[in-house]
Structure formats: C-alpha cells, structure tokens
C-alpha cells in the first residue's frame, strides 16, 4: 500500500463538522485514527492533542438543532494515520 501523494501533517485540532473553524478537508481524504489513553475511538467528532481532549456524540441527548450532544473525554491523545 505505497501511496504516492504525500499527507499533510495532522493538526493540534481538528474536527468533523465542516461548519467548524478546525474543520480542514484535505486532511479527511486519508483514513485518520485517534487513540485516547492508549485506546483508539472510532466515534470522535474533534480533538485537541496540546490540552488533551477528544469530543464524541452522546448515545441519545440532542440538541434543540436535532444534532448530538457532544461529551468531553480527558486523556492523552494521539492522532495518526492508518
């Protein structure tokens, strides 16, 4: 699996939603893993590697918009690409 385009180098921030500030696209055409307290999470809607936390989707609260209430997870985060 020799890709030749080179990745870009990941953020200290950066989230899903395309309506947020730390949204960057070119990062999200590469397959981008995220490991909190040495385990990695499959369901992070946004990072932040310096302060140490990882934002992911309540089960079922929801906003007044109709979008998922985002939890805070404290922990070391590592960012990577698969």
């Known amino acids: 699996m020799t890709d030749t385009t080179s990745q870009p180098a990941l953020p200290d921030r950066l989230s899903v939603n395309p309506r947020s500030p730390h949204h960057v696209e070119a990062i999200f055409e590469f397959d981008i893993g995220i490991k909190v307290n040495g ?8 990072y932040c ?3 140490g936390w ?6 079922k609260a929801l906003d007044r918009r109709g979008q998922p209430l985002m939890v805070t997870v404290k922990g070391e985060v590592e960012a990577f690409y698969k």
């Open 39 to 46: 385990k990695e999470r499959f369901d992070v809607e946004e």
């Open 49 to 51: 590697i310096s302060e």
């Open 54 to 59: 990882v934002k992911v989707p309540s089960h």
